[in-house]
T-cell receptor
């Protein structure tokens, strides 16, 4: 899983609570991404950031928030506004630019009941 | 907007036989195409990519992919399948500054 760590691997929360997922990389990549994976739907982009202190919404940003205060870190907060938060969340990083592949972390499985 | 289609939810292949996992794409401009593999409860691992040049791209673990511009396809292939190749495979395209656009994935099952 390269030089990207995500913690925790499994996370359980009660409905109505905000929860923050951690993503750290030591690859010196400028770009970082958050994806959500649901069975049979592939991966969908939540947020991405190409530089510190800047980030952009992806296809399904509603109910999520991010910050990028350091190059190495890109935490994702799943807020109580997210209607279906239970999913597998994957963080990735890459060199900025389209030809460059993304490297993925091991993922965090969030279960909200 | 770009898109990727993986028409098969599951592909079954006997060990030792050649395998093909299909992918077609739609993108304006030059396509940058990728294949990733995912084992259960793990992140995605990069297999190979096409940027430009030879239409046959070689990647990790003996996999290769054939880019066909006229058919807008980027099929993943391996001459001889192993049981350990059993996993979920994703095709992806990148046409802009944001993240990858993924297909829905194909479960590859290699039968001993």
């Amino acid at each position: 899983d390269g030089g990207i760590t995500q913690s925790p691997k499994y996370l359980f929360r009660k409905e109505g609570q905000n929860v923050t997922l951690s993503c750290e990389q030591n690859l010196n990549h400028d770009a970082m991404y958050w994806y959500r994976q649901d069975p049979g739907q592939g991966l969908r982009l939540i947020y991405y950031s190409q530089i510190v202190n800047d980030f952009q919404k992806g296809d399904i940003a509603e109910g999520y928030s991010v910050s990028r205060e350091k190059k190495e870190s890109f935490p994702l907060t799943v807020t109580s506004a997210q209607k279906n938060p239970t999913a597998f969340y994957l963080c990735a990083s890459s060199i900025v630019g389209s030809p460059y592949e993304q490297y993925f972390g091991p993922g965090t499985r969030l279960t909200v009941t | 907007a770009q898109s990727v289609a993986q028409p098969e939810d599951q592909v079954n292949v006997a060990e030792g036989n050649p395998l093909t996992v299909k992918c077609t794409y739609s993108v304006s401009g030059n396509p940058y195409l990728f294949w990733y593999v995912q084992y259960p409860n793990r992140g995605l691992q990069f297999l190979l990519k096409y940027i430009t040049g030879d239409n046959l791209v070689k990647g990790s673990y003996g996999f290769e992919a054939e880019f066909n511009k006229s058919q807008t396809s980027f099929h993943l292939k391996k001459p001889s399948a192993l049981v350990s190749d059993s996993a979920l495979y994703f095709c992806a395209v990148r046409g802009g500054a944001d993240g990858l656009t993924f297909g829905k994935g194909t479960h590859l099952i290699i039968q001993p």
